[in-house]
C-alpha cells in the first residue's frame, strides 16, 4: 500500500496540523505554551478541570474533546506517540487550582509513563489532583487492557460534572465509575499509514476482519472471514455484554466509532441491529452516540463501546458541551 | 479493491442505513411517511420551511443537514440515485405552508428532473415554493456545472434566515446570493465501491492524484502527480480564487470537506495554507468549516469550497443550529 496523503515535511506534521486544528475551531480552542490545546473561554477558577495527554494521528482525539463540558487542557505528543513529561506538568501546573485537577490517562506504555512522571512533579510544585486511567478494550492482556475511544464518555461526563460545580471528589467518582462500567471491542477490515513515514500500520488479507485491533494495529488474535453488519454487530455485541456482565432490566450507551475509512452508512447499520440485540435481551439503549471520534488515519474498521449507566451518567452523557469534535446544545 | 464494507442485505441497505440514522440522533430527526427525514421538533408555520433531495451513500448528506437552522425536511433515494418525484411531491406537501417553501437541489442529472417534475406537481396542489439550484463544481462542463459540498453553505444560511423569520423571497435571495458565490474543486487520491453492487466508483493509479473528480467519480481531466498539502491546497485554491474572481480586500469562507479516507489530519494542513495564501492576497479569512459533510463511501480526497461572504452571510453562516452534521451553539 503506497502512501496518499497530503502532508507537507514529516517533520513538521504535527506544528502544521495543531495549527490548522485551532484555525478551524478558533471560537473553541487554542494554542498555548508549548502546544497545549485550550480552551478560548477558560471555565472559572472555582470548577474542577479536566486534562490529558496523548499521540497526534488519531484526530479529532484527543485535542477533539477540548471545550465547553469537557477538556481543559489536551497535551498532543507527536504521531501515535505519548508528548513527554515536561509539557504534560506544564498542563496540569497552567489550569491548578484549589478546586483541582482531574487527569484522565488512556492507559498505554508511554502515556502512562509521561503521566505517572508528570503527576509526581506536578504534585511536588503543590497541584491539587486526582487520576483516572482508562483501560476498557476487552480484547489483547486481560491484565493490561487498553484505553480506546470509551475515554469520550468518561470525559463527556465528568465534564459535564465539573461544569457543574461537581468537587474533584465528585468528579473523580464519576470518571471511575463510567471508566469501570465500561467496555470497548475494535475491528479493522483495512490497513493504513503512519503518516511520517509511510510505515505500514496494519496489514489485512481481502476477505478478512480482525476482532480485537487495537488503535495502532496491535493484533487481538480475531481473525476471522468478513461478515455482514449484523453479524458483526452481534458477534461484538455479546463479547462486550459478557465481559460486562450486563443483565435484562439495566441500561447502557453505545458508542460507535469510525476509525477512518469505514462510513457512517455501516455504523447505521450496526447501531440498527445493537438496538434490535438489545431489545431482544431486555436491556435498553439509553444513549448513543456514531461518528469519527478517534481514527487510526485511512484504517478501515470500527471500535464499539458500551456502558451501564445509571440516570447520573445519562444525564451528564446528555449534557450540554461545545468541542470540536462533539457539541450538544 | 475487494469490496469490504459491513453490511447486508443490498436490497435493504437504504433502508437499514436510515433507521440507523434516525437512532443515532432521535433528538433531532425522524423518518415520516415514505422515508422522509423529518425534523423532531417541527419549526412553527409561520416560518419558511426547507427542503431537499439526493441519493443515499454520501452520509452524513443531506439528510445530516436536517434540523433547528437547517433542513425542515431531507428526501433520501437510494444509493448515488435521486428519489422519485412522488417522494418529493410528498415532502413538499408535508410542509406546504402560507409562509412558503424553499427547495433547494443540487445540479446532477437525476436530482434536477425529480425535482422539476415534483415542483410542478406540487405547484399544481397549490404549494408555494421557490427553487435554488447549487451548481458550483469548477471542474468538467462549465454549461453544467455539478453541485458539490457548497450545498452546506447554502442550507446553513438559508436555514439561518428562514429560522429567523425571514420572507420566502427574503430566504431565496440569500440561497441564491451564496450559490451564485461559491465555488467548488474535488481532488481524489484513492477509489471506493458501491456499496450495493461491489462496482469501483473511481480507479486512481499510486502516486496520483485527480484534481476535479465528481463526487461519483466523474472524471475532471485533473490527472498530475500527488502532491505536498501545501501545493495541493495553493493549486486548488488559486483555481477557485480566480474562477471566482475574488479580489483583495474581500472576504470568503472557506469549507474542507473530506470524502472518506482523507483524514482530519490532512484537511488541518490544507487549511493552514489555505489561511497562509490568503493573508498574502489580502483576502480576509470571515469563517471556515473543516470535516466529513459529503462523502464519497471509503474514497480518498476532499473537496475545497470557497464562498464570497458580506456581513449578512457571515451572520448567518455563524448562527446557532441543530443537526446530525453540523451543531452550533
Known amino acids: 500500500m503506497a502512501m496518499k496523503k497530503f502532508i507537507n515535511n ?83 501546573k497552567a489550569v491548578a487550582r484549589d478546586a483541582g485537577v482531574l487527569f484522565i490517562v488512556l492507559n498505554h506504555a508511554g502515556d502512562v509513563m509521561s503521566a505517572n512522571m508528570a503527576v509526581d512533579m506536578a504534585q511536588k510544585e503543590g497541584v491539587t489532583l486526582a487520576k483516572v486511567l482508562t483501560c476498557e478494550d476487552i480484547s489483547g492482556d486481560p491484565e493490561d487492557r487498553r484505553g480506546l475511544v470509551g475515554c469520550l464518555l468518561v470525559i463527556k461526563a465528568a465534564g459535564a460534572a465539573a461544569e457543574a460545580g461537581k468537587s474533584l471528589e465528585e468528579c473523580a467518582a464519576i470518571a471511575q465509575r463510567m471508566a469501570d462500567n465500561m467496555r470497548t471491542l475494535a475491528v479493522a477490515v483495512s490497513g ?12 489485512i488479507p481481502d476477505e478478512v476482519m480482525v476482532v480485537g485491533m487495537g488503535q495502532h494495529g496491535e493484533a487481538g488474535g480475531g481473525t476471522q472471514q468478513l461478515k ?25 450507551a453505545v458508542l460507535l466509532n469510525g476509525v477512518g475509512a469505514t462510513t457512517l452508512m455501516e455504523l447505521y ?31 478501515g474498521g470500527f471500535q464499539m463501546c458500551i456502558a451501564r449507566v445509571d440516570d447520573e451518567l445519562k444525564a451528564l452523557l446528555k449534557a450540554p458541551c461545545n468541542s470540536p469534535a462533539l457539541t450538544v446544545k
Do not use: C, W
Not at 493504513?192 to 496489514?203: C, F, K, L, R, W
Not at 455482514?228 to 447502557?252: F, H, K, R
Not at 441491529?273 to 431489545?279: D, I, M, P, T, Y
Open 228 to 252: 455482514t453488519a449484523d453479524e458483526t454487530a452481534e458477534i461484538m455485541l455479546d463479547a462486550l455484554l459478557n465481559d460486562l456482565n450486563v443483565q435484562s432490566g439495566e441500561e447502557i
Open 269 to 299: 447499520l450496526v447501531l440498527r441491529r445493537v438496538k434490535q440485540l438489545l431489545e431482544a435481551k431486555g436491556i435498553g439503549l439509553a444513549h448513543s452516540l456514531v461518528g469519527e471520534y478517534l481514527t487510526v488515519q485511512e484504517m
Open 10 to 92: 514529516p517533520d513538521n506534521l504535527v506544528q502544521e496540523l495543531l495549527e490548522g486544528f485551532v484555525l478551524a475551531n478558533q471560537d473553541k480552542v487554542a494554542l498555548e505554551g508549548s502546544n497545549l490545546v485550550v480552551r478560548v473561554n477558560p471555565k472559572p477558577k472555582d470548577k474542577v478541570a479536566l486534562v490529558t495527554l496523548g499521540g497526534s494521528g488519531h484526530e479529532p482525539a484527543l485535542s477533539g474533546f477540548v471545550g465547553e463540558g469537557m477538556l481543559d487542557i489536551s497535551v498532543p505528543g507527536e504521531i501515535f506517540a505519548a508528548p513527554g513529561p515536561p509539557r504534560v506538568v506544564e498542563a496540569l
Open 192 to 203: 493504513a499509514t503512519h503518516p511520517s513515514t509511510g510505515d505500514v500500520i496494519a496489514e
